[in-house]
């Protein structure tokens, strides 16, 4: 049981109110997550800033960043984000099989963006360390390096959901993902 209350946009702290109300028209719901992340407001509003800015400056597509949240879920045994992430995943257009491939570090349709995967997954589970061959298999794959500083924000958004979950023990409001 999640040791906060889950608020309603309703019942929510005023300066939480707004940015609950913008995330269940997104969602078509308020998600536990949200609702408790309302319950501290400035946790809400960092997280919905952290998204503003990756909608309005990221350069990953939603396949890609669905796929990073996968991997650092995966990483952190986040249950409430990998279930999410898959859910989110499979509307951006991956397999349910492709998902699971994602999280436990199989996935090799796209040597490219498995370059990518690997160098999230060493990051997220090194205090955000890599080692430079990890790097320089990421750039000769495809990625810039400034497309490869860009998944540190990613990384970050997903450890900070990730962590949070795990603090307040959020329950679990969407599917659960297979294999989990």
């Known amino acids: ?90 509307a951006a257009g991956w397999s349910t099989e492709e998902t699971v491939a994602i999280r436990d570090g199989s996935y090799a349709g796209d040597a490219r963006l498995a370059a990518l995967l690997t160098l999230v997954r060493e990051s997220a589970g090194g205090l955000g360390a890599v080692d430079d061959a990890t790097w320089r298999a990421a750039l000769e794959a495809g990625w810039s390096d400034a497309e490869l500083t860009e998944a540190s924000v990613h990384i970050a958004l997903n450890l900070f959901t990730n962590h949070f979950n795990h603090l307040v023990e959020t329950d679990l409001d969407v599917p659960r993902a297979p294999g989990l």
């Open 1 to 90: 049981m999640t040791r906060i209350p889950v608020h309603t946009v309703a019942d929510a702290p005023e300066g939480g109110r707004d940015a609950l109300k913008a995330l269940e028209a997104r969602f078509g719901k308020v998600l536990n997550i949200h609702g408790a992340m309302a319950h501290a407001p400035v946790v809400l509003q960092a997280y919905a800033a952290l998204q503003e800015v990756i909608g309005a400056h990221g350069t990953y597509d939603a396949r890609t960043r669905e796929a990073i949240a996968l991997v650092v879920g995966n990483v952190d045994r986040c249950t409430y984000c990998q279930s999410a992430h898959t859910a989110g995943a499979r």
